[in-house]
């Protein structure tokens, strides 16, 4: 398989932080932003592989800060690097208050991606290679965190 740059399967979206999705203090659940983790990553995936995906594990998650009602969260995600079926996705979650123009990151988390086939099997994915300096960095401290997630001792 071809290698892919990582602009081909990069991904951005932005939704508006409503009341029904914030707890007594006025901010955005963790929970409505790790679904919303878990849908940019899948979509990332899907595009750079071309299959269906699962997710395999969220790797990482770190709350920088929050995101109040009326804000606009963007989230933006690529493939860092794969596996042979793996796929690692990272994404960063940005809160815009566009009434005072000010963007902050409040979010960045890790997740690692499965292709599967129509029986639900693993199945290859491309590689990737990186473009910017960012994905350069990225790409070079996978294995690092590959070899932490692989570590951790088993929960069965």
């Known amino acids: ?39 940019i990553a899948a979509l990332t995936a899907m595009k750079h ?5 699962v997710t395999a594990s969220i790797d990482s998650v770190d709350f920088l800060s929050s995101a109040k ?10 493939v860092t690097s794969t596996g042979r079926t793996s796929m690692e996705v990272y994404v960063k979650v940005f809160a815009d208050d566009l009434l005072q123009g000010r963007k902050v990151m409040t979010t960045e988390s890790f997740l690692t991606m499965v292709a599967v086939d129509a029986e639900g099997k693993p199945t290859p994915v491309p590689p990737i290679f990186p473009e910017t300096e ?7 401290t996978a294995p690092s965190r590959r070899e932490h997630r692989k570590s951790r001792p088993a929960l069965r």
């Open 69 to 78: 009602v009326g804000d606009a969260l963007t989230l933006e995600a690529c």
């Open 49 to 53: 592989s071309n299959c269906v995906v």
């Open 1 to 39: 398989m071809e290698p892919l740059p990582v602009h081909y399967s990069r991904m951005t979206q932005t939704r508006l932080v409503l009341p029904p999705d914030t707890n007594h203090l006025d901010t955005i659940f963790g929970g409505k932003v790790l679904s919303y983790i878990d849908e």
């Open 134 to 140: 960012e994905d350069k960095r990225l790409f070079e």
